[in-house]
């Protein structure tokens, strides 16, 4: 299996940005579908991003238009930029690995958004 790593969390204003990264090494990367999850404290951890295989992306309601899913296989990364940030937006942010039916996680890295 692969352990997937993420990066890019921190503090963050209102109506600001951030860019989260995942980085896994492994042959099965190009072969996956990726995720984000996130978790607010005490509430249940939301699927917001999916990528594909194939590139085909989609998003979660909440999070549609102001956060972008993207992947590079040559450097096995995914990225996703978010944009205006709310406080509705402070969780921890995890990646998620899928392949024939495995699921890798991340440890994930936390986003804070206030003023």
């Known amino acids: 299996q692969v352990q997937p790593v993420e990066s890019g969390g921190g503090l963050v204003q209102p109506g600001g940005s951030l860019q989260l990264s995942c980085v896994a090494h492994?042959?099965?990367?190009?072969?996956?579908?990726v995720a984000w999850y996130r978790q607010a404290h005490g509430n249940a951890r939301e699927l917001i991003a999916v990528i594909v295989s194939s590139g085909i992306t989609n998003y979660a309601d909440s999070v549609k238009g102001r956060f972008t899913i993207s992947r590079d296989n040559t450097n096995n990364t995914i990225s996703l930029q978010m944009n205006s940030l709310t406080t509705e937006d402070t969780a921890v942010y995890y990646c998620?690995?899928?392949?024939?039916?495995?699921?890798?996680w991340g440890q994930g890295t936390q986003v804070t958004v206030s003023s």
């Open positions: 998620n690995l899928r392949h024939q039916g495995h699921d890798y």
């Open positions: 492994g042959t099965i990367f190009s072969a996956s579908n």
